[in-house]
């Protein structure tokens, strides 16, 4: 390893999305040696994964409505104002990346833009000679506070002005981001917690000829909801229970109160847009033409897999009484019995304690030792606000080291 003596050294230990930008970014400035030490052959391996489904960069939402998605509240609050959806589409476009604001707000690099090329757009930024990438070099520990990297079975202490890790969650591990870590930080004193599952499915014990019937199947355009946590989507039964973007939202607080309980009931509004009374009277006027109570529930335009649904969950009397009926369809009650292995998640909760950092990102105990990205304790729903905090954290790291 080559280190200069009048410029600063960072270290970034992990090669994902938080610390490309980072050494992005530092690598501009004249002041900085950048050494990424990443145990893959490659970099930005999990950027490439987010890149085969929907790729949402991020989230095109002002800082204020942002913020609101992100939890512990306010913790990442100074980052994303700093570096919001806006910056972060003006950065992309500034290194060749156009982005449209497709569904819901999610933003997407332009059609023909290849993920891949996204991130060979972010690479060029290391090319130069002050940025030296370590592949193969796996972070296994400190010696005396200092981080080691195991490199072709030799243990190398790798001393610089400044450490960064970015190690990413606990998912996904052939992409690199295994997690191992943890117990490493924890020995070394530093307030970690454990890795909780996050934006991921949700397991249900169907009823055998329901899931026969109904395996694979959508249901849209209702409400799901876990103590206040919710969203308005469409989830989709699998073998196993229920995934989908209304599931995600809420997949990380129910995977908490699971911990407590074997069994915990979310509630889902099967027809969001009509209010308790409007579907009253929808089915008062069905009965006065005598439709049946299926055929009532199809002119709501309600799925027949939510039909099915709600059949299953009714008794005669909630299924025949119109009252009853209506409230079984604004607050239909599913009981979940477990969430889909940590390693299937998209995301995880857990890591470095955010109370462990100062407002620079620095761990309190360790001077010049930073965190960035998913390895922080921080949790937010798929849809671009993932990849955005990632992108902020090391944005940000990149302007406060400049600073320091
Ligand atoms: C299937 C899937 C789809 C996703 N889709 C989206 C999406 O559309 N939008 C969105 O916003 N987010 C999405 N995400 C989430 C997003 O990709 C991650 O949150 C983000 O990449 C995390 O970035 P990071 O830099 O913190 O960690 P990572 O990108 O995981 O990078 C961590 C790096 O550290 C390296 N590393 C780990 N341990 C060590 C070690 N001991 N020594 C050296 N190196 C190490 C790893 O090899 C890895 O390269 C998706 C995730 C998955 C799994």
């Known amino acids: 390893m080559n280190y200069s003596h009048n410029k600063r050294t960072v270290n970034i230990y992990g090669g994902g999305s938080a610390a490309l930008i980072l050494a992005f970014e530092l690598a501009k400035s004249e002041k900085f040696d950048i050494h990424i030490f990443e145990r893959n052959k490659a970099l930005g391996r999990k950027f490439l994964v987010a890149g085969k489904g929907g790729f949402n960069l991020t989230h095109n939402l002002e800082f204020k409505e942002l913020s609101k998605y992100y939890r512990p509240t306010e913790f990442l609050d100074s980052y994303l104002q700093e570096f919001d959806s806006v910056k972060f589409r003006a950065w992309l476009e500034s290194i ?28 060029k930024g290391l090319e130069g000679p002050n940025v030296q990438i370590h592949h193969n070099s796996r972070f296994i520990g400190f010696e005396d506070g200092v ?28 992409t690199g981001s295994d997690g191992h870590w943890l117990k490493i930080f924890r020995e070394e004193g530093i307030k970690v917690n454990d890795f909780g599952a996050a934006n991921c499915g949700l397991e249900v014990k169907w009823n055998k000829d329901f899931i026969k019937e109904h395996e694979a199947k959508h249901v849209k355009n209702i409400a799901m909801e876990y103590n206040s946590f919710g969203k ?34 979310i509630g889902i509004d099967l027809k ?18 005598k439709r049946s109570v299926t055929s009532a529930l199809k002119s709501l335009k309600i799925s027949a897999v939510a039909i099915a649904m709600l059949k299953l969950n009714c008794t005669k009397t909630e299924w025949t009484t119109t009252r009853l009926l209506g409230t ?7 009981s979940i019995s477990g969430h889909r292995p940590l390693e299937e998640c998209i995301s995880t909760t857990g890591g470095i304690s955010s109370k462990a950092l100062d407002s620079n990102l620095m761990l309190v105990q360790k001077h010049n030792h930073f965190c960035i990205g998913e390895m922080v304790d ?27």
């Open 378 to 404: 921080w949790d937010a729903p798929t849809g671009g606000f993932l990849l955005q905090a990632c992108f902020a954290m090391g944005y940000c790291l990149s302007k406060r080291l400049e600073a320091i």
């Open 272 to 289: 969001p847009q009509l209010s308790y009374e409007a579907i009253l009277s929808k089915l008062d006027t069905s009965i006065v033409n």
């Open 96 to 123: 060749g990346i156009s982005t449209y604001v497709g569904s819901s707000n999610r933003v997407f690099p332009v059609k023909g833009i290849k993920p891949i090329e996204v991130l060979q757009a972010i690479m």
């Open 232 to 265: 308005k989507g469409e989830f989709t039964i699998t073998k196993y229970g229920i995934e989908g973007n209304a599931v995600y939202p809420i997949s990380s607080v129910v995977s908490e109160a699971l911990k407590l309980r074997k069994e915990v009931s």
């Open 328 to 334: 079984k369809i604004k607050s239909f009650s599913l």
């Open 147 to 174: 981080p080691i990297v195991k490199q072709e079975e030799k243990a190398v202490v790798c001393n610089a002005d400044f450490h960064v890790y970015a190690f990413g969650g606990s998912s996904w591990t052939k």
